[in-house]
């Protein structure tokens, strides 16, 4: 099962403040072995909210919200996909995560093909399959 | 330039255990999928589960304790996320807009740190972080 791990953003992060060496360092080294275990899929840091905007969806309106979201508690600044055999075991990774100034980090569990069951006709699923066989083509066309 | 965008539906965190998406909906969401995936933008999505099966872990001065979901103070939580490759924000808005949303739904559109975003002395430290990105398929 995959586990999506998002770390939630600080002052420091929408002040656009980096991290500094010793923390880099340490994180480098986390993510090493998090890569050697097999866990790690992907990983992003986000710039702050000030260089992003939000959608609204309301029926056919669209209103759009340039950032930064001072209101908002629950802002993202990065995040990892992790591959694990049980919640536990994502649990258990990120209490090694060298953070230690009073960040929070949410772990959600990522929708499989297999939790939608017969909604998710052979049709869709072949669909879903071809997607994702391209989407890696894409990643592999480089950022 | 690489931007994600984060799904927030509305009362999501609300959701119970095991709740999905209507099978309707998931059939708009798959043609917009395509529709990103034709253009070449697409590098990667997900559906997350509903916070009442995930858990929090905060760390103070070293020491994680964990907390598990729904999370009772928390207004609005994440449902997904496509990370998309586009040549402006602009273009990362246009797309955003398109998406088969509910009603009061909100998608939020965030700029991914690259690594010459960095100054010299940080990037140092980032060299092979590349090639952990995606580095299992899952």
Do not use: C
């Given at each position: 099962m995959r586990f999506m791990v998002i770390v939630k953003?600080?002052?420091?992060?929408?002040?656009?403040?980096m991290p500094g060496t010793?923390?880099?360092?340490?994180?480098?080294?986390?993510?090493?072995?998090?890569?050697?275990?097999g866990v790690m899929l992907a990983g992003e840091g986000l710039a702050p909210s000030s260089?992003?905007?939000?959608?609204r969806f309301d029926d056919k309106k669209r209103t759009v919200t340039d950032?930064?979201?001072?209101?908002?508690?629950?802002?993202?600044?990065?995040y990892w996909v992790w591959k694990?055999?049980?919640?536990q075991e994502a649990v258990d990774w990120l209490q090694r995560a060298p953070f230690d100034g009073g960040e929070e980090v949410e772990l959600r569990q990522i929708f499989e093909m297999e939790d939608f069951g017969k909604e998710m006709t052979p049709e869709l699923r072949a669909q879903e399959k071809s997607q994702m066989e391209r989407v890696a083509k894409n990643q592999k066309g480089g950022k | 330039m690489c931007f994600m965008m984060l799904v927030i539906p509305k009362d999501y965190e609300q959701a119970?255990?095991?709740?999905?998406?209507?099978p309707a909906l998931v059939e708009k969401m798959m043609k917009f999928n395509e529709s990103l995936q034709k253009a070449g933008v697409l590098l990667a999505l997900d559906g997350l589960h509903p916070p009442s099966m995930g858990s929090r872990v905060s760390f103070k001065a070293g020491t994680p304790s964990i907390k598990d979901g729904p999370f009772a103070e928390a207004k609005e939580v994440l449902g997904?996320?496509?990370?998309?490759?586009?040549?402006?924000?602009a273009e990362a808005l246009e797309w955003a807009g398109r998406a088969p949303m509910l009603d009061g739904d909100v998608i939020?559109?965030?700029?991914?740190?690259?690594?010459?975003?960095?100054?010299?002395?940080?990037?140092?430290?980032?060299?092979?972080?590349?090639?952990?990105?995606?580095?299992?398929?899952?």
């Open positions: 953003a600080s002052k420091d992060s929408e002040a656009g403040k010793e923390l880099l360092a340490a994180m480098g080294k986390y993510n090493e072995e998090l890569v050697q275990a260089k992003g905007a939000r959608i950032g930064p979201f001072a209101e908002t508690k629950e802002l993202i600044a990065g694990v055999a049980s919640k | 119970k255990a095991g709740t999905l998406p209507d997904g996320y496509w990370m998309i490759q586009v040549k402006s924000k939020e559109v965030r700029q991914v740190q690259e690594f010459g975003d960095f100054p010299p002395e940080t990037q140092k430290h980032l060299e092979g972080f590349t090639g952990m990105q995606n580095a299992q398929k899952k």
